[in-house]
């Protein structure tokens, strides 16, 4: 089948080189001319495990091209994919101006039917507004479908080709057929196809993710609750997290969520409510709560140094939202680095992927270490805000050596309290008992 992807962003270029994958013609569009040049060169522009395999084997098979040309990279195409940004408007709802001036476009362009799927989350009557923007200038039938992604970053070449579920929201047959011969090769294990109408369908994504963020944010309530009565959050965590009706997952404490799904889309689902003047309590608080988690940690950092950071060096691991990607969108380390800053510390960071794009942020606000135990050196304290496998069992002997002085902040509980004591560190996590060396 030949298949096209409007947006080559990491939803995009997921979509676009796993469909080619599994043997189809895709081209992928994007306005940005970079990014469209460096991938045709051949160039990766994110950092995705596994992805780069897939991405240089169909572009050398010829199944997975690049343009910046909406009319070229969609003629011929069945299925036309939107897989572009919905970032929050100014009152927090998802902004459509990308969606909805493609769909602008589309009508102009299209030359035969085409099933268009709104493939990035957009709420509830996106699919109508983008029918509408459409039928304006076709000339051609078409289908609009809403197919929301599951996808994590970081994992997200295995989400895509093994999903646990399909999402097609559409009341055309026509649509649905073709969808399901689409699919067909990543659902062969049973995996289910769930066919709905679009509303639902739209629906469907806002409340996964706003159901993941509470149950993180519920975590973290727990955890702030045992700092305060003497419990043990690890301890409670396996608790209930061995009950099958909860489930193991997403119920690790922290320094709250971040990334560029989970806060927009709380908000928008939020706005939605508002918009059909619903009012959604529990969306209200997760929002509430996990803006308080996030730089959770400054003040505890601040009253440990006496009251004041001012003249001190935070040594920062972990830059990118979540292990295994570069996305920085949201990510707790930037909200902590300006507290940090606010408050008058040096920050020095590391990450293993994610210094580009804070650079493009931030620039010399902070400085850059090589490796881990270089932005240790001399450091004050270390903060952790991201759970990246290489700081799981670091060279505690090297560690300590590079730190000024043994005072470890973990925003991700990588550490066991006992182990800590032992080598004699000050270490303050999230939920858990404050270990402090005997002096
Ligand atoms: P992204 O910002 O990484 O990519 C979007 C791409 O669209 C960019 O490359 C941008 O240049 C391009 N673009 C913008 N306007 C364009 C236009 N007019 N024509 C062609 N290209 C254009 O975004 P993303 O993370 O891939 O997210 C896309 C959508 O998917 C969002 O709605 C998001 O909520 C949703 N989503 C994201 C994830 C995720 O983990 N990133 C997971 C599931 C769903």
């Given at each position: 089948m030949k298949i096209a992807v409007v947006g080559t962003g990491y939803v995009g270029l997921v979509t676009g080189t796993c469909f080619a994958e599994t043997g189809n013609y895709v081209t992928c569009i994007d306005i940005d001319q970079a990014k469209v040049e460096s991938l045709r060169k051949g160039k990766m522009t994110i950092y995705e495990p596994g992805l780069e395999i897939l991405f240089d084997r169909n572009r050398k098979e010829s199944r997975l091209m690049f343009t910046t040309d909406l009319k070229?990279?969609?003629?011929?195409?069945?299925?036309?994919?939107?897989?572009?940004?919905?970032?929050?408007?100014?009152?927090?709802?998802?902004?459509?101006?990308?969606?909805?001036?493609?769909?602008?476009?589309?009508?102009?362009?299209?030359?035969?039917?085409?099933?268009?799927?709104?493939?990035?989350?957009?709420?509830?009557?996106?699919?109508?507004?983008?029918n509408a923007a459409i039928v304006k200038n076709a000339k051609v039938p078409f289908d609009v479908v809403s197919n929301p992604e599951f996808l994590r970053e970081g994992v997200a070449v295995d989400d895509f080709m093994k999903p646990d579920r399909v999402v097609i929201g559409t009341k055309s047959e026509r649509a649905?057929?073709?969808?399901?011969?689409?699919?067909?090769?990543?659902?062969?294990?049973?995996?289910?196809?769930?066919?709905?109408?679009?509303?639902?369908?739209?629906?469907?994504?806002?409340?996964?993710?706003?159901?993941?963020?509470?149950?993180?944010?519920?975590?973290?309530?727990?955890?702030?609750?045992?700092?305060?009565?003497?419990?043990?959050?690890?301890?409670?965590?396996?608790?209930?997290?061995?009950d099958s009706r909860i489930g193991k997952r997403f119920l690790f404490p922290g320094i709250g969520y971040g990334g560029s799904c989970f806060p927009k889309d709380v908000q928008a689902l939020g706005q939605t409510a508002k918009e059909y003047g619903y009012d959604f309590k529990i969306l209200k608080s997760v929002m509430l709560v996990n803006e308080r988690q996030k730089t959770k940690l400054v003040p505890r950092l601040k009253e440990y140094f006496g009251g004041s950071l001012k003249g001190k060096t935070i040594a920062l691991w972990g830059l990118a939202f979540k292990p295994h990607t570069d996305d920085i969108r949201e990510a707790p380390a930037l909200y902590n680095i300006k507290a940090l800053k606010r408050a008058g510390a040096k920050v020095v960071v590391f990450d293993p992927?994610?210094?580009?794009?804070?650079?493009?942020?931030?620039?010399?606000?902070?400085?850059?270490?090589?490796?881990?135990?270089?932005?240790?050196?001399?450091?004050?304290?270390?903060?952790?805000?991201?759970e990246w496998p290489e700081f799981r069992t670091p060279d505690f002997e090297k560690l300590s050596a590079a730190l000024k002085s043994k005072v470890i902040f973990d925003g991700r509980n990588l550490y066991e309290l006992k182990d800590m004591e032992a080598m004699g560190y000050d270490y303050f996590s999230i939920g858990r008992d404050t270990v402090t060396a005997k002096k």
């Open positions: 070229e990279g969609i003629k011929g195409a069945e299925v036309i994919f939107l897989a572009l940004p919905t970032p929050p408007g100014e009152d927090g709802s998802a902004d459509l101006k990308y969606i909805l001036g493609v769909a602008d476009q589309l009508g102009h362009v299209m030359e035969d039917y085409a099933v268009i799927v709104d493939k990035s989350t957009v709420p509830v009557g996106t699919a109508e507004k983008v649905k057929e073709i969808m399901e011969r689409l699919y067909a090769p990543l659902v062969r294990q049973g995996n289910p196809i769930i066919f709905m109408d679009e509303r639902s369908a739209e629906m469907t994504k806002y409340a996964a993710n706003s159901f993941l963020a509470m149950k993180i944010t519920f975590m973290n309530e727990i955890a702030n609750l045992c700092e305060i009565a003497g419990a043990d959050v690890d301890n409670v965590r396996k608790g209930i997290g061995t992927e994610a210094v580009a794009n804070v650079k493009k942020e931030i620039g010399k606000k902070v400085k850059y270490a090589k490796n881990p135990y270089e932005a240790a050196q001399d450091a004050d304290a270390l903060m952790i805000m991201t």
